[in-house]
């Protein structure tokens, strides 16, 4: 049975604050934690969650059983969030592949399992990793593994996945893993992570556009808050956390980056940043929960709406 453990929950609490006859926004349920913590912490507060993961609907009955017309559930990607209705004195979301999805092998996440090699988020659309990998352009493998993998040595992984085209091996988890590492052998020394870790991240970011999701999610989730209402967002990898950076500056009226030459009159502030660095979780909370160690939390709160 897969456990879920909440990342930075009791931060995530301090950031949003609910109240209660409030209500809140979880764009991303996952196992549900965050979205029964919020219900908990103000009994009469609401929350709306979304999903794009099939099974998360069905793993939210029990929480809708429990907390009757105070949760809705919308099966959707972040992505079309505008399709949620209402205003929320509270977002959050939760950027990333989750522990249901990790642990169940037939979703082709991981490479600890000989599984089909799917990697989807919404398994209803869009092309599995394996196909992917068949049928890719040479460009989209290489900002897949190069970019959002950011493996050293992608010219020769990339030219190992299309060699190994219509052979069989990019099918399965296992066989996929092992392409690669034979492709990008583990350096000698102390034992690190796998070899195809970082491949494995960057094909599933592909797969899912993750990165083109969480840039069309911002703005949309930032324009459902009330004022005064707080957006959260935790990210797990270095262009998502950039990313989300960059665009709560943005609506803070500060420099987006060292390069960012406007002045300030140019600049309209709409929030305030409650996180001028992201908060990262304690070394408590890594070593309970090891799958937390690269997430990062920043937060605005929005000034009118």
């Not at 609910?18 to 913590?37: I, V, W």
């Not at 099918?171 to 034992?191: K, Y």
């Not at 069309?216 to 989300?244: C, Q, T, W």
């Not at 979780?281 to 920043?298: I, K, V, Y």
Request: proline share 6%.
């Amino acid at each position: 049975m897969t456990s879920h453990v909440p990342v930075l929950l009791e931060e995530c609490l301090t950031l949003l604050a609910p109240q209660d006859g409030r209500a809140y926004l979880d764009c991303t349920f996952g196992g549900g934690g965050h979205t029964s913590a919020i219900l908990a912490r103000a009994p009469r507060c609401t929350v709306d969650a979304m999903d794009r993961d099939p099974a998360a609907g069905e793993r939210s009955a029990a929480l809708l059983a429990a907390h009757p017309g105070r949760l809705r559930f919308h099966s959707e990607n972040f992505r079309h969030l505008d399709r949620v209705p209402g205003l929320f004195d509270g977002v959050l979301m939760d950027i990333g592949v989750s522990s249901y999805q990790l642990d169940v092998p037939e979703r082709g996440f991981s490479f600890r399992y000989d599984a089909p090699n799917d990697m989807r988020m919404d398994t209803r659309v869009g092309r599995s990793a394996a196909e992917f990998l068949e049928r890719g352009e040479r460009a989209e493998l290489e900002r897949a593994v190069r970019d959002y993998g950011e493996e050293p040595r992608w010219f020769r992984v990339v030219n190992a996945i299309i060699a190994a085209r219509g052979t069989g091996r990019l099918a399965r988890t296992s066989t996929f893993a092992e392409l690669v590492a034979e492709a990008a052998p583990p350096a000698p020394g102390p034992r690190g992570p796998h070899p195809a870790t970082r491949t494995f991240q960057g094909v599933r970011i592909a797969v899912n556009d993750e990165l083109g999701a969480l840039a069309d999610a911002l703005p949309l989730a930032f324009g459902k808050l009330n004022a005064g209402g707080v957006l959260a967002v935790i990210s797990f990898h270095s262009l998502e956390d950039r990313m989300v950076k960059r665009y709560m500056n943005e609506v803070a009226g500060r420099p987006v980056d060292r390069d960012d030459s406007r002045n300030q009159d140019d600049r309209v502030k709409q929030a305030d940043l409650l996180t001028r660095k992201a908060l990262q979780p304690s070394d408590a909370e890594q070593e309970r929960n090891p799958r937390s160690r690269s997430a990062r939390l920043r937060a605005v709160r929005r000034l009118s709406a």
